[in-house]
C-alpha cells in the first residue's frame, strides 16, 4: 500500500556562513559564473567555430556543447565542460545550507515562473534526492540539497556521476549529428553579424526583464543579505501560519 499524500517537507538546519569572507566568496563567484554566461551567450557568432573551448568555457548550456562538441577533442570536451558545469553546483550548495528555508523561499521568489516546479521538488526530494541531484543538477536542485541536509560526500557523488553521464549523452549526439551541426556552425560562420545582433537583443532582453520583474540574477545575489531577511521573514510568517491553521481543528474539537 503506498502513501499517497503529501511528502513531509525535508529537515533543514540552516548554519549561516562561517564567515563574511566566506560568503563574500561565494557571492563573488557565483556573480563571475553569471557574467560569463552572458558573454557566452553575446559571443557565440564569434566564437562557436574560433575559439569552441573558450565558448563552452564561457557557457556550457546543452545547445552550447552540442555545437562546439564536432570541434572539439574529447579530452578537451569533457574536462573543461565538466568543470564549467560544476563549478556553480556545490556553491548552490552551500547557500542552502547556510540558509536552509530561507534560501529556498528566495529561490521561489527569484523564479516565480517555476513556482509549481519548485513546490513538486521540495516535496518529493526527501525521497528522491540522490536521483534528482543526477538527472537534474541544476541551481534549484543543488540549492534544495544543500537546504534539506544532504551529506556533503553523497552530493558530490550524486553530481559528478550525473554531470558525466550528461556531457556523455551530448557527446554522442554531437557526434550522430555531425554533419547538420556543422551546417549549423557554417551558417553561423557566414552570418556572424546577423547572429551577434540577434544575441545581443535576446540578451539584453532577458536583462531587462529580469530587472523590471525584481532585478537581475546579479543584483539579486549583490543583495542577498536583504533578499535572505526578506525571506527569513516570510518563511516565518508562513510557518506561523501553518501552527495556526493545525491548532484551529484541535481547539474546535474540545468545544
Not at 533543514?12 to 557566452?40: H, M, Y
Not at 546543452?62 to 565542460?81: C, I, K
Not at 516570510?234 to 484541535?250: F, I, S, V, W
Amino acid at each position: 500500500m503506498t502513501d499517497d499524500g503529501p511528502t513531509e517537507r525535508p529537515t533543514r538546519r540552516p548554519t549561516g556562513p562561517p564567515s563574511r569572507r566566506a560568503r563574500n566568496v561565494v557571492i563573488g563567484l557565483l556573480i563571475a559564473i553569471i557574467v560569463s554566461s552572458w558573454i557566452g551567450d553575446l559571443l557565440l557568432s564569434v566564437l562557436v567555430d574560433r575559439h569552441p573551448l573558450l565558448f563552452i568555457a564561457l557557457n556550457s548550456r546543452n545547445r552550447n556543447l552540442v555545437l562546439a562538441s564536432p570541434n572539439l577533442d574529447a579530452g578537451s570536451y569533457y574536462s573543461v565542460a565538466f568543470l564549467r558545469l560544476v563549478v556553480s553546483d556545490p556553491l548552490f550548495f552551500l547557500l542552502g545550507r547556510w540558509y536552509g528555508d530561507a534560501a529556498v523561499t528566495w529561490m521561489e521568489r527569484k523564479a516565480p515562473s517555476f513556482g509549481s516546479m519548485l513546490r513538486w521538488v521540495e516535496r518529493h526530494f526527501g525521497r528522491a534526492a540522490y536521483p534528482l541531484v543526477a538527472l537534474a543538477p541544476n541551481n534549484f536542485i543543488c540549492l534544495f540539497a544543500g537546504a534539506s541536509g544532504m551529506g556533503v560526500t553523497g552530493f558530490l557523488v550524486a553530481n559528478v556521476a550525473g554531470t558525466m553521464f550528461r556531457l556523455y549523452l551530448v557527446r554522442t549526439v554531437g557526434d550522430v549529428l555531425s554533419g547538420p551541426l556543422d551546417s549549423v556552425t557554417d551558417w553561423i560562420a557566414d552570418h556572424r553579424l546577423l547572429v551577434f545582433a540577434v544575441s545581443a537583443a535576446l540578451l539584453g532582453l532577458t536583462i531587462w526583464s529580469e530587472r523590471r520583474a525584481g532585478g537581475t540574477e546579479v543584483t539579486q545575489l549583490a543583495r542577498l543579505d536583504e533578499e535572505i531577511a526578506e525571506a527569513e521573514a516570510e518563511a516565518r510568517a508562513e510557518a506561523e501560519a501553518e501552527g495556526e491553521a493545525e491548532a484551529e481543528p484541535t481547539e474546535g474539537a474540545g468545544d
